[in-house]
């Protein structure tokens, strides 16, 4: 497909939506950027700068897994039987109810983990 890029006349969206078109075509062309453009008749300028903001878009959408660190604990369970007991190594006692709230449990521990002592 040729792309006549005159942009002037297009809104935000539409810029977009031919942009992502001009992407999707190059990805299928097998060519090189350089022949691609030079087929396009769009400056190669031009395409690495839309590629690029491109990519670093589709970056920064992809959900990017948490980092998980294992705080070493000791666990015990109290007098309370109800309650339950984890010590950090860097001496934390962490008293829990069977009612805790896991989220914020989670919070605390992340708080821990990053704690200099």
Aim: glycine share 0%; aromatic share 10%.
């Amino acid at each position: 497909m040729m792309h006549k890029i005159h942009t002037a006349d297009l809104t935000t969206a539409q810029k977009r939506e031919l942009w992502l078109q001009v992407i999707a075509d190059y990805e299928q062309s097998h060519s090189t950027p350089r022949e691609f453009c030079q087929q396009q008749h769009i400056k190669l300028e031009t395409f690495y700068y839309r590629y690029s903001s491109y990519k670093k878009r589709l970056h920064k959408k992809k959900v990017q897994p948490k980092e998980i660190t294992f705080i070493p604990m000791v666990s015990e369970h109290k007098e309370n039987k109800n309650c339950f007991c984890l010590t950090t190594p860097h001496g934390f006692e962490l008293h829990i109810s069977p009612s805790f709230d896991a989220n914020c449990l989670l919070q605390v521990l992340n708080a821990l983990s990053h704690a200099s002592c």
